[in-house]
T-cell receptor, first 114, second 109 residues
Framework: DVKVTQSSRYLVKRTGEKVFLECVQDMDHENMFWYRQDPGLGLRLIYFSYDVKMKEKGDIPEGYSVSREKKERFSLILESASTNQTSMYLC?????????????FGSGTRLTVV | GQNIDQPTEMTATEGAIVQINCTYQTSGFNGLFWYQQHAGEAPTFLSYNVLDGLEEKGRFSSFLSRSKGYSYLLLKELQMKDSASYLCAGTYNNNDMRFGAGTRLTVKP
């Protein structure tokens, strides 16, 4: 089974802190994604990557950056956490050009910024 | 953006049938996914439609009409464990996947 592992299930950070959310997948997927999920808004794409060292902005990249130094790892960085970044963060991966099984999601990180 | 619209909440009775509708923007559209998400858990894949018509998979079926920008997920013989959010998602252009806000389904005894 494909596994996407997010390093933390729950995280509490202070306003202004730099926050790292880590995501690792073990099935050699080319594509990796970061979403945030908020009630009534669904999943919104923050950043995605189709290859190592490649990154593309999604719909809501402001306040975030990403790093993909290795194929299996895609990190989301909150440069200076703010309370409006309190949310559920979901990482996902997929094979390039393979839509049949969609994305495989991690279990999510519920981030609270106080 | 690619608007994906679905109802916010639905309620149904155990053993019944429920249909969850989804409309989407057709420009650049590739295919349509349905995911199930239980509270506090990750979304899990249910179905994928790229051609018009009905795809049946056990108690769950998914329908797509490309010309109308319309899909539905049909759940038969509802069970209590089917209480979850159901996410409609469309893939567009360069494999971007866009999600609706999700439909929270409550199954009552």
């Amino acid at each position: 089974d494909v596994k996407v592992t997010q390093s933390s299930r729950y995280l509490v950070k202070r306003t202004g802190e730099k926050v790292f959310l880590e995501c690792v997948q073990d099935m050699d997927h080319e594509n990796m994604f970061w979403y945030r999920q908020d009630p009534g808004l669904g999943l919104r794409l923050i950043y995605f990557s189709y290859d190592v060292k490649m990154k593309e902005k999604g719909d809501i990249p402001e306040g975030y950056s990403v790093s993909r130094e290795k194929k299996e790892r895609f990190s989301l960085i909150l440069e200076s956490a703010s309370t409006n970044q309190t949310s559920m963060y979901l990482c996902a991966s997929s094979l390039s050009g393979q839509h049949l099984y969609g994305y495989t999601f991690g279990s999510g990180t519920r981030l609270t910024v106080v | 953006g690619q608007n994906i619209d679905q109802p916010t909440e639905m309620t149904a009775t155990e053993g019944a049938i429920v249909q969850i509708n989804c409309t989407y923007q057709t420009s650049g559209f590739n295919g349509l996914f349905w995911y199930q998400q239980h509270a506090g858990e990750a979304p899990t894949f249910l179905s994928y439609n790229v051609l018009d018509g009905l795809e049946e998979k056990g108690r769950f079926s998914s329908f797509l009409s490309r010309s109308k920008g319309y899909s539905y997920l049909l759940l038969k013989e509802l069970q209590m464990k089917d209480s979850a959010s159901y996410l409609c998602a469309g893939t567009y252009n360069n494999n971007d996947m866009r999600f609706g806000a999700g439909t929270r389904l409550t199954v009552k005894p």
